[in-house]
């Protein structure tokens, strides 16, 4: 087989499979799904300019076909030469509008949409906690994400609860350095940075909540270290009524009364080497600084392990025993290497009872 139609076959097959790969998607991940107000903004500003651009590739590609036909050599005129339009004022100025009304056509809804999604008054409204305006303050951390409820008092890791069909703010800012919060279901990315905090707001939708399992999957887009792709975070979206059980029951949280014997083994180990970084409770007073490893207050109900694997004991054990091998780079690598596997078997029953009843 010829060398050039072979790799052209292959080039072929690869584009055809890229093609009908971008229109694969989850609905608790997908863009292309949108799960709420803003997604719905931005995935019909994402139609207005790919059928823009769809419309001008379609007229100059045939106005290209009408030219090559209409104008091509044929036989007794190789010498004649089509009349020429340059200098036609009137062709200039129809070349010269078409596109500045197709960026208008474009520009304006962009603007309308990015003023729109910049009004973030209401988080900042002194009496927001009265008209049950819900804030979350965002902190990333390398390779970890915290949720502070400044008006509740509570604070989450890796889990973000937030209540559906209603406006939710966030205050987004890093720890170490930029990150970037993004839930693709429910709206663009917007980074974290050191020294200033970003705001901006988010609907879940009740419906595409029900429709992804009740359960967004949220990402770090910007690159921040070995272990950035493997910065994911949850959130569940819950009716109003279930998020303000939610949160009565996270302020009225205890530290957790430990009875099995094997578990009361993994406190003591927690108290003796993991307390000094880790809270074991929602209620978590101490100052940002001293917040240096994700909160554990309800690890037991959490979606995942480390923000990745699948909630169970194995792979409990598999972080306890090497947390490098999970998210490489990570603050927890080599912390763990003294305990004996009877020690990791203990901690990980301790670990696996944090939950908030």
Same mark, same amino acid.
């Given at each position: 087989m010829n060398k050039g139609l072979r790799n052209w076959r292959l080039f072929s097959l690869f584009g055809m499979m890229a093609l009908l790969l971008t229109g694969c998607g989850k609905p608790f991940l997908s863009t292309l799904q949108p799960a709420g107000e803003v997604a719905d903004m931005q995935y019909s500003l994402m139609l207005l300019s790919t059928s823009i651009m769809v419309l001008v590739i379609v007229v100059v590609a045939i106005i290209f076909v009408y030219v090559v036909i209409r104008f091509r050599r044929?036989?007794?005129?190789?010498?004649?030469?089509?009349? %020429?339009?340059?200098?036609?004022?009137?062709?200039?100025?129809?070349?010269?509008?078409?596109?500045?009304?197709?960026?208008?056509?474009?520009?304006?809804p962009t603007v309308l949409t990015t003023f729109k999604l910049a009004d973030v008054k209401a988080m900042n409204d002194k009496d927001r906690d009265k008209k049950g305006t819900v804030v979350v303050n965002v902190r990333a951390n390398q390779y970890w994400w915290e949720f502070e409820y400044p008006d509740y008092g509570i604070i989450t890791s890796q889990d973000l609860v937030v209540p559906t069909n209603e406006k939710v703010y966030f205050n987004l800012i890093a720890s170490d350095v930029k990150h970037s919060f993004w839930i693709p279901a429910v709206g663009g990315k917007m980074d974290t940075n050191t020294d200033n905090k970003n705001q901006f707001w988010l609907v879940f939708d009740q419906k595409a909540t029900d429709?992804?399992?009740?359960?967004?999957?949220?990402?770090?887009?910007?690159?921040?270290?070995? +272990?950035?792709?493997?910065?994911?975070?949850?959130?569940?979206?819950?009716?109003?009524?279930?998020?303000?059980?939610?949160?009565?029951?996270? %302020?009225?949280?205890?530290?957790?009364?430990?009875?099995?014997?094997v578990a009361k083994e993994g406190e003591a180990i927690f108290n003796k080497s993991c307390i000094g970084c880790h809270a074991v409770t929602p209620v978590d007073k101490r100052p940002v600084q001293a917040r240096?490893?994700?909160?554990?207050?309800?690890?037991?109900?959490?979606?995942?392990?480390?923000?990745?694997?699948?909630?169970?004991?194995?792979?409990?054990?598999?972080?306890?025993?090497?947390?490098? +091998?999970?998210?490489?780079?990570?603050?927890?690598?080599?912390?763990?290497?003294?305990?004996?596997?009877? %020690?990791?078997?203990?901690?990980?029953?301790?670990?696996? +009872?944090?939950?908030?009843?």
């Open positions: 044929r036989k007794g005129e190789e010498n004649k030469i089509p009349k %020429q339009v340059e200098g036609s004022h009137k062709l200039e100025i129809i070349w010269t509008v078409i596109p500045i009304i197709l960026l208008l056509i474009l520009a304006v429709k992804a399992g009740g359960v967004f999957y949220g990402k770090c887009a910007e690159l921040c270290g070995p +272990s950035h792709a493997l910065m994911d975070f949850k959130v569940r979206p819950l009716p109003r009524d279930e998020f303000d059980a939610w949160v009565k029951k996270m %302020q009225n949280a205890k530290k957790p009364v430990v009875t099995d014997p240096t490893a994700p909160n554990l207050a309800n690890f037991g109900d959490r979606e995942r392990i480390a923000g990745i694997l699948e909630h169970n004991e194995e792979n409990l054990k598999k972080w306890l025993r090497d947390p490098n +091998s999970v998210k490489p780079g990570n603050k927890m690598a080599g912390t763990y290497g003294h305990l004996t596997e009877e %020690q990791i078997d203990a901690l990980t029953k301790y670990l696996m +009872s944090l939950k908030v009843e």
